[in-house]
């Protein structure tokens, strides 16, 4: 509740004189008849009346409080907030080739870039997100979708192996890149995330690059993986981990994945582990921020004729009182 004139409830604080006084005229005793004795009366048990014989003034007091709040005009204030936000439509494009299983990060690279990627979606309320993953090939873990809890399923049910090894970043950027061609959003986004060199797929990753140019879709590159060497679980002649690890030198293609990035208008970044991975992520929300607008409208109800109804009652009970029951002689 709020007051359109607050400066009158400062009339309260005459309350405070006008109680003092009543309090030492009842100290002081009021009017008095002489009598020859009191002594028939004294024993006198005390009535109800004795006991209320205040409660006209505490009627009267309360009466010009309620008035002042009433001339204070309080009211209610019914605020209606009207929020539109513009979101960005991303898409996600992971890759879950096999070195992607390699150690340099904890527990593994696939696994802390799912991690990573979870605490990303969480932190883009109001966006749309897609996710694609790719290894010789690439494929649509979920289309553009705002149900984050959908979403982060399906990134946790992403893993490598399921389809043919390789590192078709063309391929994975195409694929993201189709999922957003008929998106109206008026920001697009790709985040595309690899360890390795394109070895396989049909399209070229710069000419994936021009076709998100042509569609004013920017992509931020992501190379995963630590400087020199990197150990990778070992396999057997079939593929089939044999619980050892071996070393491996890491190869990353930052040219060409920085090459994208300029292409599109987007960033190339390197992560060399996992915290910095998450520091990717978190300048990379920072840079996409969708825009939101807050509209409020404050809407204002008078309250004042309630108190001013409780002060006439108040004070009605007050002259009954006075006149009917607590009638005094002048």
């Known amino acids: 509740m709020t007051f359109h004139s607050p400066y009158l409830l400062w009339l309260l604080l005459l309350l405070v004189p006008v109680a003092a006084c009543y309090v030492w005229r009842t100290l002081r ?23 209320l014989r205040h409660l006209p003034f505490v009627l009267r007091t309360a009466a010009f409080a ?34 992607m299983l390699a150690r340099d990060f904890r527990p593994d690279r696939i696994t802390a870039a799912k991690e ?3 605490s990303f979606i969480a932190d883009r309320y109001g966006d749309r997100i897609g996710l694609v993953a790719f290894a010789g090939e690439a494929f649509t873990q979920s289309p553009l979708t705002t149900d984050q809890g959908t979403l982060q399923t399906l990134l946790s049910r992403i893993r490598s192996g399921v389809i043919e090894d390789g590192t078709a970043i063309g391929n994975g950027l195409a694929t993201a890149i189709n999922r957003l061609r008929e998106s109206d959003a008026k ?15 049909e399209i070229a990753p710069l000419m994936a690059a021009e ?14 993986g630590t400087q020199g060497m990197a150990p990778y679980p070992a ?9 050892g690890t071996v070393m491996a030198k890491v190869e990353i293609d930052e040219k060409t994945l920085g090459e994208i990035a300029d292409m599109t208008g987007g960033r190339y970044f390197r992560a060399t582990d996992k915290a910095k991975l998450k520091a990717i992520y978190d ?22 004729v309630t108190w001013l109804l409780w002060a006439i009652g108040v004070l009605t009970a007050e002259f009954l009182l006075s006149t009917l029951l607590f009638k005094r002689i002048p």
């Open 235 to 243: 396999v057997d002649i079939y593929g089939n981990p044999t619980g």
């Open 116 to 118: 990573v990627a979870g």
């Open 187 to 201: 920001s697009k986004v790709v985040i595309l995330l690899t360890d390795g060199v394109n070895n396989r797929g």
């Open 283 to 304: 300048e990379i929300n920072q840079l996409e921020k969708s825009k939101v607008e807050v509209t409020e409208h404050v809407a204002y109800h008078e309250l004042f």
């Open 211 to 224: 076709i998100a140019r042509a569609q004013g879709i920017r992509v931020y590159t992501i190379g995963v």
């Open 66 to 99: 309620l008035l002042v709040v009433a001339l204070a005009r309080p009211q209610d204030a019914e605020r209606l907030q009207h929020t539109s936000t513009e979101g960005i439509d991303i898409m996600l494009a992971i890759d879950i080739s096999g070195s």
């Open 29 to 51: 005793g009021g009017a008095a008849i002489r009598i020859s004795t009191t002594e028939g009366v004294q024993g006198a048990p005390k009535t109800l009346r004795y006991y």
